[in-house]
């Protein structure tokens, strides 16, 4: 379990987040939702200690985050960035032996290559293996991202706004598979997603950000309701069901 306690961020003069408490349950998929601002990035960005809170501490199966050195972090959590560059041209394989560098450190074994060729497979790059990251679209270059944190094999898998540049193709084979990994494999995962069909018809659970504190968080099915998403976004949500799926309707 990811605990967070009263923590809270800033820039500068200008608060972001502001005495957050939260619990993210080991083994689920986990939704971070919100309003754009709401400070759902820069949460995801100090639970993997890309940046320093002002106050309050984060704990992953009670040790303190910041106390976990890069290393051993590296082959517990895996993350993808919302924007995703590399410095160098990069063919698609070896962004993806990135993933393997916790475990090999750089001294590839026939593990890692199997690891690697397993998220090839799964991501459906087999073909683009070869190319170079810029000469993909943004779809593929995502795809390739996350095939990396995939092939990292950690048991928490952070991803930043992970459905943009996807097609719907592709966007819904991204939440069955995260959703496969939590229930086949036991890994947790923890989204930041705008989409609020995917986020409550995909995760078990969410915590829901407005204006850098917690609105509501919990299990989707006693947490996701009418009322609070419509508090959430400020606009009419209504909630039916598809396919025994809980399903948004606010565009009418």
């Known amino acids: 379990m990811i605990q967070v306690t009263n923590l809270s961020c800033?820039?500068?003069?200008?608060?972001?987040?502001?005495?957050?408490?939260?619990?993210?349950?080991?083994?689920r998929v986990t939704a971070l939702i919100g309003p754009n601002g709401a400070g759902k990035s820069t949460l995801l960005k100090l639970i993997a200690q890309q940046l320093t809170a002002n106050s309050g501490s984060i704990t992953l199966d009670?040790?303190?985050?910041?106390?976990?050195?890069?290393?051993?972090?590296?082959?517990?959590?895996?993350v993808v960035a919302q924007h995703l560059t590399v410095a160098s041209r990069v063919r698609v394989q070896d962004l993806i032996g990135f993933g393997r560098w916790p475990h090999s450190q750089?001294?590839?074994?026939?593990?890692?290559?199997?690891?690697?060729?397993?998220?090839?497979?799964?991501?459906?790059?087999?073909?683009?293996?070869?190319?170079?990251?810029?000469?993909?679209?943004?779809?593929?270059?995502?795809?390739?991202f996350i095939a990396m944190a995939f092939a990292q094999d950690t048991d928490w898998l952070l991803l930043d706004e992970p459905l943009n540049n996807l097609d719907l193709h592709h966007a819904r084979n991204l939440m069955s598979r995260l959703r496969s990994?939590?229930?086949?494999?036991?890994?947790?995962?923890?989204?930041?997603?705008?989409?609020?069909n995917y986020a409550i018809s995909w995760s078990d659970h969410v915590v829901a950000l407005k204006d850098g504190q917690v609105a509501f968080q919990g299990p989707v099915a006693e947490t996701a309701t009418a009322a609070n998403l419509t508090d959430l976004y400020e606009t009419p949500v209504a909630i039916t069901q598809s396919d025994g799926r809980p399903f948004a309707q606010y565009h009418r």
């Open 10 to 27: 800033g820039i500068a003069s200008s608060p972001i987040l502001k005495g957050i408490a939260a619990s993210i349950p080991a083994g």
């Open 106 to 144: 750089g001294r590839l074994t026939a593990e890692d290559r199997a690891a690697i060729d397993d998220a090839i497979a799964r991501f459906g790059l087999s073909a683009l293996r070869q190319r170079f990251l810029d000469e993909l679209s943004g779809g593929q270059r995502q795809r390739a």
């Open 181 to 196: 990994l939590a229930e086949d494999r036991g890994k947790s995962i923890v989204i930041v997603v705008h989409d609020l």
């Open 62 to 78: 009670g040790v303190e985050v910041s106390e976990i050195g890069a290393r051993k972090l590296a082959q517990k959590m895996a």
